[in-house]
């Protein structure tokens, strides 16, 4: 299966960041709900404040472009528009996966993302 990736670099107003997360996790289901999305991530970058990464994976761009569109993603993007003061949004195709090993000496075996 080929991934599709969508990597979002958001820049949070100061002293927003963990009301931000809050709502992300409260309003995360509307992305998730969506049967072609496999999962995301919300990640708090170390080198810069009040930055933060969301990583969407999908199973097709189609249907990616397809929930852009929706009411629903409109929706989900007001409800978090005002903790943001900035942002950037990257896609890709995902072309290899290496598992991880775990700390008992056994393997990931995932979707392959």
């Known amino acids: 299966m080929s991934v599709f990736r969508v990597l979002l670099r958001m820049q949070i107003k100061p002293g927003m960041e963990d009301a931000f ?3 992300w996790s409260r309003v995360g289901e509307s992305v998730t709900a969506h049967p072609a999305n ?5 990640a708090r970058s170390c080198e810069e404040k009040g930055v933060f990464y969301i990583t969407s ?4 761009e189609e249907q990616f472009r397809e929930f852009e569109r929706s009411d629903r993603h409109v929706t989900h993007r007001q409800k ?10 990257s ?3 995902v072309v290899a996966h290496l598992d ?3 700390p008992d000496g056994s393997h990931v075996n995932g ?3």
């Not at 496999?38 to 919300?42: A, I």
């Not at 994976?57 to 097709?60: L, Q």
Request: proline share 3%; glycine share 16%; net charge negative.
């Open 80 to 89: 978090l528009h005002p903790y943001r003061s900035g942002g950037s949004m």
């Open 57 to 60: 994976d999908w199973t097709d």
């Open 21 to 23: 997360e809050r709502e």
């Open 100 to 102: 991880g090993s775990q």
């Open 38 to 42: 496999l999962g995301q991530w919300l």
């Open 111 to 113: 979707t392959g993302v």
């Open 91 to 93: 896609t890709m195709r």
